[in-house]
């Protein structure tokens, strides 16, 4: 079975401070993807990479950064929080390809609080 | 641009059929899928279905793929209190990140 794996369920921070959000797959998927999930919004797409050191924005990348020095990980960054940005955050993967099957596998989400 | 459209809510008795329903737009959608959410938890693939394909049947759930309206729908025989969560439809065009719907919760009344 896939496993993504978010370096923590819960986490509380205050208002300016650099935020790091962890994610590691342990299945070779060469996509990566963070969402941020809010009531009523449902998924927005933050940040996604097809590869070792590539990003792209996603629909809301304002106020975030990304890294992917590895292919098995890939870390959100805020670079000063705001409380506009408490939210629930979900990382997936999947298999790169075209016309395959690519399910976007997910972690079990990091709720954030920004105080 | 791509768009997928569900209802907000669902409630339904427990023992009876639900069914979710979902529309989208890309003509060139290789693959739909449905997740589910639990509260407080992640997205858990629940079933997928390819776009040649009208209608998949797994277990409880049936998903059926309607390719000229651009409609999907997921469901769910003798519905239980362990199915209330968030469904989501999404669904797949070439390499590039999946586009998902709103989710659908579904609430069982014992």
């Known amino acids: 079975d896939v496993k993504v794996t978010q370096s923590s369920r819960y986490l509380v921070k205050r208002t300016g401070e650099k935020v790091f959000l962890e994610c590691v797959q342990d299945m070779d998927h060469e996509n990566m993807f963070w969402y941020r999930q809010d009531p009523g919004l449902g998924l927005r797409l933050i940040y996604f990479s097809y590869d070792v050191k590539m990003k792209e924005k996603g629909d809301i990348p304002e106020g975030y950064s990304v890294s992917r020095e590895k292919k098995e990980r890939f870390s959100l960054i805020l670079e000063s929080a705001s409380t506009n940005q408490t939210s629930m955050y979900l990382c997936?993967?999947?298999?790169?390809?075209?016309?395959?099957?690519?399910?976007?596998?997910f972690g079990d989400g990091t709720r954030l609080s920004i105080l | 641009g791509e768009d997928v459209e569900q209802s907000l809510f669902l409630s339904v008795r427990e023992g009876d059929s639900s069914v979710i329903n979902c529309t989208y737009t890309d003509s060139s959608s290789t693959y739909l899928y449905w997740y589910k959410q639990e509260p407080g938890a992640g997205l858990q693939l629940l079933t997928y279905i390819f776009s040649n394909m009208d209608m998949k049947q797994d277990q409880r759930l049936t998903v059926l793929l309607n390719k000229k309206d651009k409609h999907l729908s997921l469901r769910i025989a003798d519905t239980q209190t362990g199915d209330s969560a968030i469904y989501f439809c999404?669904?797949?065009?070439?390499?590039?990140?999946?586009?998902f719907g709103k989710g659908t919760r579904l609430s069982v009344i014992a």
């Open positions: 999404a669904e797949l065009s070439g390499n590039t990140p999946l586009v």
């Open positions: 997936a993967s999947s298999l790169r390809g075209m016309g395959n099957n690519q399910p976007q596998h």
